[in-house]
């Protein structure tokens, strides 16, 4: 009996390459990519407020040594006043444009439905009498609190 044809020794296929990844992989890096994405997003929007708040309080601080410097309260108070305003207008865009009562209205709705200080509320007298008394440091700690509690709740008021 004749043997068979002659035959080749049996040769495997290469190993399989890890380059394409699988659909799989893709999937799972797309998920990865979306968490991360995710949480740097939600520790930025949690930091926020803080930096805000850092950002008002050096900013208070600058005034104050302006103040310090020139003597000059009309432009403290102008200060102090544009910074309030800047802060509101986070929470309550449509506040930027108020004055007088709807103004303090504003502060009061901002600042947790209790009245903020008094001395907060002459800001807009003081900034125009060059001679206007201002308790500089009274100012700025009313300040200081007001924007603390403004800023530091984050979000939006809306």
Not at 46 to 54: A, F, Y
Not at 118 to 130: D, G, I, N, Q, S
Not at 153 to 158: D, I, T, V
Request: charged residues 20%; hydrophobic residues 50%.
């Amino acid at each position: 009996m004749p043997a068979g044809p002659h035959l080749r020794d049996i040769h495997l296929p290469p190993p399989a390459g890890w380059w394409p990844l699988a659909p799989g992989w893709w999937i799972l890096i797309g998920i990865a990519l979306l968490l991360l994405t995710w949480l740097a997003w939600r520790g930025y929007r949690r930091r926020l407020p803080r930096r805000r708040w850092q950002a008002a309080s050096r900013e208070l601080d600058a005034l104050q040594a302006a103040h310090a410097a020139d003597h000059d309260n009309a432009a403290f108070a102008a200060g102090v006043s544009q910074l309030l305003r800047r802060a509101a207008c986070l929470r309550h865009p449509a506040s930027v444009g108020l004055r007088g009562r709807a103004w303090h209205a504003a502060m009061r709705d901002l600042s947790g439905r209790k009245e903020p200080a008094p001395v907060l509320l002459t800001l807009e007298e003081a900034m125009y009498r060059p001679s206007a008394t201002l308790d500089v440091a009274e100012v700025a700690s009313a300040a200081r609190q007001w924007l603390r509690h403004v800023l530091m709740q984050g979000g939006r008021h809306a």
